[in-house]
């Protein structure tokens, strides 16, 4: 079915994607136990189950006087105010006919008692002595385990907790929870022409700014960047930098060096791997995005075009980060009406970095900044892509075309 890398065969991005999900399954995170308050994103490798009902005790709903119904049969009726229950309050005996508690909102509803009546529908007499002469409609008692009962699942395995999460675990007093371990990263940089912060640019050379990029996506989309290195076009130095991560990382990003010339040599390695999973993509730009396992490992090779890096980041390892973490992309697949002609085409569809808006009903997509894939002066600005499709003709304003919504934007 695969292709050697000689014979480059572009598949589209959806097959691409499927390649992907066939084979994920050869990299697998383990778990880890850590502080449900440091949780917030990761994602839970078990079923959470209440160990307890919720609430554990009969919680009043407002401010007022805790009372026996029978009490209100007719009305206006007082009675005795023969205690206070503030918040965090125990009351240490049953109530009885003739009695009221003055109680606060979540407070323990004494035995007995089998209504709260509201402040403001009540009257003191004297200070040991309440009046209520409306009909009450509701008891406004939360009973025991009303929003859980003990072995509720709380959160199911795979949820990826978020601070809501977070407070029902401290409700339960479960400090501790068990999450999938995030996948481990390596990324190397490849190029002869990348210059290290700090240094004196030159003809010929560049800062790396693909790097820097692939870094914090790696950690916005939970993964733990491990190691971060940059070679120049060397294959022996790639040998070396890759035999080093291999038994360290899940997964394994290289940039740079995937198209045909004489230093592709992320493309030779993809030609040695154990499965390659693609090294064409019917897409521009990034049609040399390169994914293969090796040792275990997912490798992706992005290409060092930084346009071209970014559109294969959200569309391939981002979708792979995710489903690694049992989750589905947080890229938002949507149709949306091109704002303005374009009038570009191209034999591979194309993805624009673009800028969305609501717009009534719809979404309302237009590009931002250039489109030639070495250009960066859109990828802080870009909140989507958006697919032009290939073929000879224009693609008209108000097309509706395929559209992502970029996550942390
Ligand atoms: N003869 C052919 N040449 C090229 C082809 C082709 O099919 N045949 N494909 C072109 C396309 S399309 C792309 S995209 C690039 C892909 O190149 P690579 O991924 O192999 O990357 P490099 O050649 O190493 O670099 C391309 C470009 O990007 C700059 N770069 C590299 N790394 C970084 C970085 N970390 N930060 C910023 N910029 C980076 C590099 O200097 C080059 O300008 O190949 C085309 N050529
Ligand atoms: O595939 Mo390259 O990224 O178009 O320019």
């Known amino acids: 079915m695969y292709k050697p890398v000689d014979n480059r065969n572009a598949i589209s991005i959806d097959e691409a994607r499927k390649v992907i999900v066939e084979n994920i399954g050869s990299v697998k995170l383990g778990s880890e136990k850590i502080p449900s308050i440091e949780s917030n994103h990761r994602i839970i490798a078990q079923d959470v189950v209440a160990p307890n009902d919720y609430p554990t005790f009969r919680r009043s709903g407002y401010d007022g006087f805790a009372m026996l119904q029978e009490d209100l049969t007719k009305l206006p009726r007082t009675l005795k105010v023969v205690g206070d229950i503030p918040a965090g309050a125990d009351f240490d005996r049953p109530l009885v006919s003739g009695e009221a508690v003055r109680i606060m909102t979540g407070g323990y509803v004494p035995d007995g008692a089998d209504i709260v009546v509201m402040l403001e529908t009540t009257r003191m007499i004297d200070k040991d002595t309440v009046e209520i002469s409306e009909t009450q409609h509701k008891d406004n008692i939360t009973p025991i385990g009303d929003y859980f009962k003990k072995g509720d699942i709380l959160l199911k395995k795979d949820t990826e907790i978020n601070p809501g999460g977070i407070s029902l675990l401290?409700?339960?007093?479960?400090?501790?929870?068990?999450?999938?371990?995030?996948?481990?990263?390596?990324?190397?940089?490849?190029?002869?022409?990348?210059?290290?912060?700090?240094?004196?640019?030159?003809?010929?050379?560049?800062?790396?700014?693909?790097?820097?990029?692939?870094?914090?996506?790696?950690?916005?989309?939970?993964?733990?960047?491990?190691?971060?290195?940059?070679?120049?076009?060397?294959?022996?130095?790639?040998?070396?930098?890759?035999?080093?991560?291999?038994?360290?990382?899940?997964?394994?990003?290289?940039?740079?060096?995937?198209?045909?010339?004489?230093?592709?040599?992320?493309?030779?390695?993809?030609?040695?791997?154990?499965?390659?999973?693609?090294?064409?993509?019917?897409?521009?730009?990034?049609?040399?995005?390169?994914?293969?396992?090796?040792?275990?490992?997912?490798?992706?090779?992005?290409?060092?075009?930084?346009?071209?890096?970014?559109?294969?980041?959200?569309?391939?390892?981002?979708?792979?980060?995710?489903?690694?973490?049992?989750?589905?992309?947080?890229?938002?697949?949507?149709?949306?009406?091109?704002?303005?002609?374009?009038?570009?085409?191209?034999?591979?569809?194309r993805i624009l970095r673009g800028q969305y808006k609501f717009v009534g009903n719809h979404i309302e997509i237009g590009r931002v900044g250039g489109d030639a894939s070495g250009n960066l002066n859109n990828l802080q600005r870009a909140t989507c892509m958006f697919e032009i499709p290939r073929g000879k003709s224009i693609t008209p304003k108000d097309s509706e075309l395929r559209t992502w919504l970029l996550p942390f934007k």
Do not use: W
């Not at 401290?170 to 210059?195: C, N, R």
């Not at 390659?276 to 290409?303: C, H, Q, W």
């Not at 890229?331 to 569809?349: P, W």
């Open 170 to 349: 401290s409700a339960f007093d479960i400090q501790d929870i068990s999450v999938y371990k995030k996948p481990t990263i390596g990324i190397i940089t490849t190029g002869s022409e990348l210059l290290h912060p700090g240094e004196q640019i030159v003809n010929g050379k560049i800062f790396n700014s693909n790097g820097p990029m692939i870094r914090n996506l790696c950690k916005e989309n939970g993964a733990d960047v491990i190691s971060y290195t940059q070679i120049k076009d060397d294959p022996n130095k790639l040998k070396t930098a890759v035999n080093d991560l291999l038994d360290k990382c899940d997964v394994i990003i290289t940039d740079g060096g995937v198209s045909v010339g004489d230093f592709d040599i992320i493309a030779d390695l993809a030609k040695s791997s154990e499965k390659l999973l693609f090294n064409k993509l019917e897409m521009r730009p990034g049609s040399v995005t390169t994914a293969f396992i090796y040792d275990n490992t997912l490798f992706f090779g992005l290409s060092g075009n930084p346009g071209a890096c970014f559109t294969g980041f959200y569309l391939f390892v981002e979708y792979a980060l995710r489903l690694m973490q049992h989750q589905t992309s947080n890229c938002i697949e949507c149709i949306a009406t091109l704002n303005a002609e374009y009038t570009k085409t191209n034999m591979y569809d």
